[in-house]
């Protein structure tokens, strides 16, 4: 099972000089909020599958649960590079 990151870091570095600025972000406070808010809107998301049911869409609203925690946890390892001909920008989750 993936474990979703715990941390981003920002790398953002200029190609002439020695501008580089490294920046660590612990994104688990930021799971842990989002964790919060789902608690609280799970109520509201169990009455749209009910009413989801009768138009045939409750599988899909159920389903979407486990596929945005899937999303979540395959985002450990994703590394982004972006470059332009004077500075760099690198994102890494780990």
Do not use: Q, Y
Request: net charge positive; charged share 10%; hydrophobic share 60%.
């Amino acid at each position: 099972m993936n474990c979703p990151p715990l941390f981003l870091r920002l790398t953002i570095s200029k190609t002439e000089g020695n501008g580089r600025f490294v920046l660590w972000l612990p994104v688990f406070i930021a799971w842990l909020i989002l964790a919060a808010i789902f608690i609280a809107l799970l109520p509201l998301i169990l009455f749209i599958a009910v009413v989801a049911f009768f138009f045939g869409w409750a599988r899909t609203v159920f389903l979407f649960i486990p596929l945005f925690c899937n999303l979540i946890c395959n985002l450990h390892g994703l590394e982004i590079n972006v470059e332009k001909k004077d500075s760099t920008l690198f994102l890494s989750f780990r």
